[in-house]
């Protein structure tokens, strides 16, 4: 039994694996100096009630955010984001795979 020729996807295998890493690494650092962001700039609203400069009503800001939290786009993202990484199988799949270790990395 002869094996099927996989040479026409090497490339795209190689390449989607080091997009998918390189994708995961950004993502990864943007998503710490996004979080370092926010949390300075919670720090800073907080030292600003605190002095009596500003007062921030929590329960009204929780009452605002929590239904963008709760709509079905957000919980099916990641579905959605795999089922279009993966439409040309090869590529997905080894750019998931490098997202995946790129994220590690990161």
């Known amino acids: 039994m002869e094996l099927p ?4 996807y090497l490339g795209q ?9 390189a994708v995961g690494y950004a993502l ?3 998503g710490r100096l996004l979080a370092v962001a926010l949390g300075l700039l919670f720090v ?5 009630a605190q ?11 929780q009452k605002d ?11 099916n993202l990641w579905e ?10 090869p590529f997905g799949a080894s750019f998931v795979g490098g997202l995946i ?3 590690r990395a990161g």
Do not use: C, H, M
């Open 13 to 21: 295998v190689t390449f989607g694996g080091l997009a998918g890493y």
């Open 44 to 48: 800073v609203v907080q030292l600003l």
């Open 65 to 75: 955010v929590e239904p963008l939290l709760k709509q079905p786009g957000l919980q």
């Open 5 to 8: 020729d996989l040479s026409p």
């Open 101 to 103: 270790l790129g994220l």
């Open 28 to 30: 990864k650092k943007l």
């Open 80 to 89: 959605r984001l795999l089922s279009t990484l993966t439409y040309n199988l």
């Open 51 to 61: 002095a009596g400069y500003i007062q921030v009503d929590w329960t009204r800001i």
